[in-house]
């Protein structure tokens, strides 16, 4: 059985969602939430992975959910 490893994005998404995240990215996702479509499309320039699971929270049903299990899946294989 193959593990899927979560990017850096998704952890940080992850530790955001569970506040414990650092500050600066505790800041980052705040604010891409808080973004109008413009600006998000200009912040994606820069942060194209972590907007994209931004807006795939706020658009996917079930996408936090297979998140969590992804993260899950992946911890657990080291017991």
Same mark, same amino acid.
């Given at each position: 059985? +193959?593990?899927?490893?979560?990017?850096?994005?998704?952890?940080? &998404?992850?530790? !955001?969602?569970?506040? +414990?995240?650092?500050?600066? +990215? *505790?800041? @980052?996702? +705040?604010?891409? &939430?808080? @973004?109008?479509?413009?600006?998000?499309?200009?912040?994606? *320039?820069? &942060?194209?992975?972590?907007?994209?699971?931004?807006?795939? !929270?706020?658009?996917?049903?079930?996408?936090?959910?297979?998140?969590?299990?992804?993260?899950?899946? !992946?911890?657990?294989? &080291?017991?």
């Amino acid at each position: 059985m +193959t593990i899927e490893v979560p990017s850096e994005a998704e952890l940080q &998404f992850y530790y !955001y969602m569970r506040g +414990t995240c650092g500050s600066g +990215t *505790k800041a @980052l996702i +705040t604010a891409i &939430f808080a @973004l109008d479509v413009e600006n998000r499309e200009r912040i994606a *320039k820069g &942060f194209p992975e972590l907007v994209s699971i931004c807006n795939r !929270y706020n658009t996917e049903s079930g996408f936090y959910d297979n998140l969590l299990k992804k993260i899950d899946n !992946y911890y657990n294989s &080291f017991e």
